[in-house]
């Protein structure tokens, strides 16, 4: 492909730092620093799928994985693991035996209730910097996204 001169004068015009990627992932990398050093036993997909079940209480594994946002082979692999800690355990559904049903141990509802308070913690660490009418705002724009 040949670069004509309106081409480099767009590409001369590129900050990197002045991009929403860039910027959101400054601001991933952030957040999940904070919670990897205030939560060092559990990943952030671990705790959403935790935090999930907390919600819904027993729930299939594929709609689970829906509402946490992760393809269902993410959401195998972390319900496995999270079976491992005990944290979880998994049952045939009771009206379609081809789906499993998971739901919280009660070690699991132990251990995420400690869990969402830390996080309640580490988002405010995350955020810190912010305003609480600029942090409504952010949530509020990155909802639109």
Do not use: C, W
């Not at 195998?76 to 499993?100: E, N």
């Not at 830390?118 to 724009?141: F, H, K, M």
Request: hydrophobic content about 40%; glycine content about 4%; proline content about 3%.
């Amino acid at each position: 492909m040949v670069e004509t001169t309106q081409d480099l004068t767009l590409t001369a015009d590129y900050a990197l730092e002045q991009q929403i990627g860039f910027k959101l992932r400054l601001a991933n990398q952030r957040h999940l620093e904070i919670f990897n050093r205030r939560m060092p036993d559990i990943t952030p997909t671990q705790f959403a799928v935790l935090a999930k079940l907390r919600d819904e209480a027993r729930i299939s594994q594929n709609h689970l994985g829906r509402l946490v946002g992760m393809d269902a082979a993410t959401t195998k692999g972390v319900i496995d693991r999270l079976r491992k800690k005990g944290l979880v355990h998994s049952t045939p559904s009771k009206t379609d035996m081809r789906r499993l049903e998971i739901s919280l141990t009660d070690e699991g509802v132990a251990v995420t209730a400690k869990a969402i308070a830390t996080a309640q913690e580490i988002s405010a660490e995350t955020v810190g910097n912010l305003t609480p009418r600029e942090v409504d705002r952010l949530l509020a724009l990155l909802e639109k996204l």
